[in-house]
């Protein structure tokens, strides 16, 4: 039998006990149903809070090769716009020369096609110039290959620099269409920046789509790791919700036990009256 003392209230120490374990567990569970987080820091969960903050510097990785990706497709994109175009305009040089491939065509005539070939082959020039996103301009002269990030392991995929479409156009520049025999020369000159642009087109296009390729699979790698952080440190509020009416309810049961436990002294001292 325990024994009845006012110097020490054993019953009371237990119940204080309980009550401060109650309140320890229900801080506990409040902080998971805010933060939705079962592991918010290396307390509650060492192995699993380190594991954590490894995929969540992966993620910051995902997003900047993300970025990289973004800026890479963006070079190429506006470098495939700038040949599309130029191959659209080579259609047209070619129609000149065609007419003025025309021994029927009055000095005149030839002259005004002159101007209009010389006009369509400054345009060129022009769409190459333009086609920069970023200080990068695939198609400049002695434009380099550019290097896109393709993964955290700092691997890159290549858009090769297409500089030879302005050699291209170098070529097209000294050509002339004043007499039906030049513009037979400037016929073949265009039939080959024709083949030459066709190509470039190929290898740009081919380029852009494997960087499209890398995009989607570091979407994927992101998406995983995403889930898989939230398998590791998300906490199920369902269950979180229903320990926390559980432990509320002990917690209002732990203060009348305390209560009553504290209440043995004044018990006690009805004995003496």
């Known amino acids: 039998m325990a024994n009845n003392s006012i110097n020490t209230n054993v019953q ?29 820091t290396a307390i509650d969960d060492a192995s699993s809070f380190a594991i954590a903050q490894g ?30 175009s130029i191959s659209d305009l080579l259609g047209d040089l070619q129609q000149k020369v065609t007419e003025g491939m025309n021994a029927a065509n009055t000095t005149s005539q030839q002259q005004i096609l002159q101007s209009d070939f010389a006009s369509l082959v400054a345009q060129i020039n022009i769409f190459i110039s333009n ?9 400049s002269s002695g434009a380099p290959n550019v290097g896109v990030i393709a993964n955290i392991d700092g691997t890159t995929v290549v858009i090769r620099g297409v500089s030879q479409v302005t050699q291209s156009a170098t070529i097209l520049a000294a050509q002339a269409i004043s007499t039906t025999s030049n513009a037979l020369v400037a016929l073949t000159r265009i039939n080959e920046a024709r083949a030459t642009v066709a190509t470039l087109l190929g290898n740009v296009g081919a380029d852009i789509r494997t960087i499209n390729f890398q995009d989607t699979f570091v979407g994927l790698l992101d998406d995983a790791t995403t889930t898989g952080l939230g398998d ?42």
Do not use: C, M, W
Request: proline residues 1%; charged residues 20%; hydrophobic residues 45%.
């Open 12 to 40: 009371a120490l237990v119940a204080l006990q309980y009550l401060n374990a109650t309140n320890r567990d229900l801080d506990k569970v409040q902080d998971r149903v805010s933060t939705g987080l079962r592991v918010n």
């Open 55 to 84: 995929l969540r510097a992966d993620l910051k990785g995902y997003a900047a090769v993300s970025q990289g990706i973004a800026n890479g497709k963006g070079v190429g994109t506006i470098a495939l716009s700038g040949l599309t």
């Open 131 to 139: 086609a920069t996103y970023n200080g990068r301009n695939l198609l």
């Open 232 to 273: 590791i440190v998300d906490a199920d509020l369902a269950i979180e919700s229903a320990r926390l009416q559980a432990l509320q309810v002990k917690q209002q049961l732990g203060v009348q036990t305390l209560n009553i436990a504290n209440s043995r002294p004044e018990i006690l001292g009805q004995l003496f009256r």
